[in-house]
């Protein structure tokens, strides 16, 4: 989401300048490749370049062909094959083992155009679903490409006209939002068309409760990650924004008056480090009928447990389902020390807990690293 997040801000800094764009999107990879479908790039007349569709390594000749969309305004598929030993037949020296595909799209000033629709997605902020369509069989026929956007209240169509297999791509898309899955999906009009129906995630909330020193640097580190940050404190004097600049929201309130001020979904990390026991038992009380994917308690495993049999005395029991989404002590074993790495623990689980991962070594990994999510599957 961060990149979508910097892409969009880079288009309207483009556009006020008056400088035309094109949007390279990773759409499809066969095989090895640094980035997977779904990585963006915008990509301006003059040569800035915001996002990444590589390493590095496909950046530069992506330029140069999106200097042509943007001068044809025509859309592009490229296709970089690194299956081959020599990869000096590309002129890059990718390391990969894949095939790449990218669509490169012109950004014109259609009401619905791609970035438009990457709009839509990060001024909702719920899980949405991006529909972008090209033909691998036919590099000559249109090439629809990013024409459709689905969020959970709100259906967009950007392709001028209707495409022929438009009923069954919305009802893909409707899926996808439903089991949260991207897909790679099969269409027959005058040729084959490709979907890259991708389901996209809204950005990882972060709630800070406690404002002492100790968790600046966790809002530094959420920041660089482009996450939604917010402070909340009791004492109005430590929750103030000279001491927390990179946070979006903060909040003086007491346990019972917290989750007033936020708004939780499935992609919403709590961290209580107030050092203030009474606070962090009465706010345990009030998250506990929630359904938080992580709640983050710093400090040993004998506070954690005297807070839970205290809940537990005052009549409010704790399911396994609840128990699951606590973590305390919290953070990953890394052999942390100091506020700054201790933070680094913390944020590296939270990522490891909403990503469904254990957060061990990738050294001890028997599958691939990046092991695809999405399911081909033939119209």
């Known amino acids: 989401m961060k990149e979508i997040i910097d892409i969009v801000a880079a288009y309207d800094e483009a556009h006020a300048q008056g400088k035309k764009t ?26 800035q370049l915001t996002g990444a569709i590589s390493g590095g390594c496909l950046e530069g000749d992506a330029l140069r062909k999106a200097r042509l969309v943007i001068l044809q305004q025509q859309p592009l598929l490229v296709t970089y094959d690194t299956t081959d030993d020599d990869d000096a037949k590309l002129g890059v020296g990718l390391g ?70 438009q009923v069954a791509l919305v009802s893909d898309a409707e899926r ?54 917010t402070v909340i404190d009791g004492r109005p004097n430590y929750a103030v924004k000279q001491r927390f600049p990179f946070a979006q929201n903060i909040v ?32 345990l009380k009030e998250l506990l009928p929630t359904s938080l994917p992580y709640i983050g308690i710093l400090g040993p495993k004998k506070k ?9 005395h005052a009549g409010i029991s704790i399911s396994e389902a609840q128990m699951n989404n606590i973590y305390g002590p919290v953070g990953l074993d890394i052999g942390a020390e100091g506020a700054e790495e201790i933070a680094l623990s913390i944020m590296s689980e939270i990522k490891a807990v909403l990503s469904a991962r254990q957060g061990y070594s990738l050294k001890y990994k028997p599958a691939p690293i990046h092991i695809s999510n999405l399911q081909y599957l033939v119209k």
């Open 22 to 47: 094109a949007l390279a999107t990773v759409v499809l990879v066969e095989g090895s490749a640094y980035r997977r479908a779904g990585a963006r790039m915008l990509i301006t007349e003059d040569g």
């Open 96 to 165: 990969c083992n894949g095939i790449i595909h990218i669509l490169i799209e012109p950004i014109t000033s259609d009401i619905n155009n791609p970035i438009s629709l990457l709009k839509n997605i990060v001024s909702n902020g719920q899980h949405a679903v991006l529909a972008t369509v090209f033909s691998v069989k036919d590099r000559k026929a249109t090439q629809p490409g990013t024409c459709l956007c689905l969020t959970e209240d709100k259906l967009t169509v950007s392709h001028s006209g209707q495409l022929p297999y």
């Open 176 to 229: 996808v939002l439903e089991e949260q899955r991207s897909e790679i999906r099969f269409y027959q009009a005058d040729t084959e068309y490709t979907a890259f129906v991708e389901h996209i995630k809204p950005m990882i909330s972060l709630v800070i409760v406690g404002a002492g020193n100790d968790a600046i640097p966790l809002t530094r580190i959420a920041a660089v990650l482009g996450w939604n940050i």
């Open 252 to 283: 003086t309130a007491k346990p019972a008056d917290v989750l007033s001020h936020i708004k939780t979904n499935d992609r919403t990390a709590i961290v209580m480090m107030t050092h203030n026991y009474n606070y962090e038992v009465a706010l």
């Open 304 to 312: 954690l447990d005297r807070m839970l049999a205290e809940v537990e």
